[in-house]
């Protein structure tokens, strides 16, 4: 059904390395969300984007960052990455203006920071 | 505060039979409501969506239910199988002027015990 699309699956990387984890969809869609979810628990937001050159920071504070130059397209980099960033996160795209339906999900980078 | 909040917690049944979880929202104004289910370390996979105006939907053994003038909804799965174990994520789009943001449940974790 959806067609978005996460790299690496699962990422384990020592404290304070740089690392961008991929996202990208072929549905056109506009908006692009990034969730970062522990085991077990719920998603929180934690960044979203409306379009491209178009982001905003989510319910969850982050220590990532992230852009959004192509639609298809929306990393997310963490500078210096710590032990508390071990997480699962989970993209996410959806289309309809000004009513998304829904979204669809990537399968989830699981980092794990040692 | 828009808010979602899904009963019960968890939930354990024998594999044949049915169940039924529940999904209350107080988001406003509201546009859709999406059923997802996520398997363990997996990204949330869509059941189904309804507007406003639908009251029932089914997906397989999956039928979900929608009272908007009550603000609830319900998942019922029948003849349960090994494979429905996952946990069960109910997902609510406002309509809003701007993003259009959605909200999440913190989700049912259903065991089917063989």
């Known amino acids: 059904e959806a067609d978005i699309y996460q790299t690496p699956r699962y990422l384990v990387i020592g404290t304070g390395k740089k690392i961008t984890l991929e996202c990208s969809q072929t549905?056109?869609?506009?908006?692009m969300y990034w969730y970062q979810q522990d085991p077990g628990m719920e998603l929180h937001l934690i960044h979203y984007?409306?379009?491209?050159?178009?982001?905003e920071k989510g319910d969850l504070s982050s220590e990532s960052t992230v852009s959004r130059i192509r639609t298809e397209h929306f990393p997310l980099t963490l500078e210096s990455a710590r032990p508390s960033h071990t997480s699962q996160y989970l993209c996410?795209?959806?289309?309809?203006?000004?009513?998304?339906?829904?979204?669809?999900f990537g399968q989830g980078t699981r980092l794990t920071v040692v | 505060k828009n808010q979602v909040e899904q009963s019960p917690q968890s939930l354990i049944i024998l594999e044949g039979k049915n169940c039924t979880l529940q999904?209350?929202?107080?988001?406003?104004?509201?546009?859709?409501l999406r059923w997802y289910k996520q398997d363990t370390g997996r990204g949330p996979v869509s059941l189904t969506i309804?507007?406003?105006?639908?009251n029932t939907k089914s997906n397989g053994r999956y039928t979900a239910t929608l009272d908007a003038d009550t603000k609830q909804s319900s998942l019922h799965i029948t003849a349960s199988q090994l494979s429905d174990s996952a946990s069960y994520i109910c997902?609510?789009?406002?309509?809003?002027?701007?993003?259009?943001?959605?909200?999440f449940g913190r989700g049912t974790q259903l065991t089917v015990w063989p």
């Open positions: 996410a795209s959806s289309e309809g203006w000004p009513e998304p339906k829904g979204a669809f």
């Open positions: 549905m056109g869609h506009d908006k």
């Open positions: 984007s409306y379009g491209v050159n178009s982001t």
């Open positions: 999904c209350n929202y107080t988001v406003s104004p509201f546009s859709n």
């Open positions: 309804m507007t406003f105006s639908e």
């Open positions: 997902v609510v789009s406002d309509r809003g002027s701007t993003l259009g943001r959605l909200y």
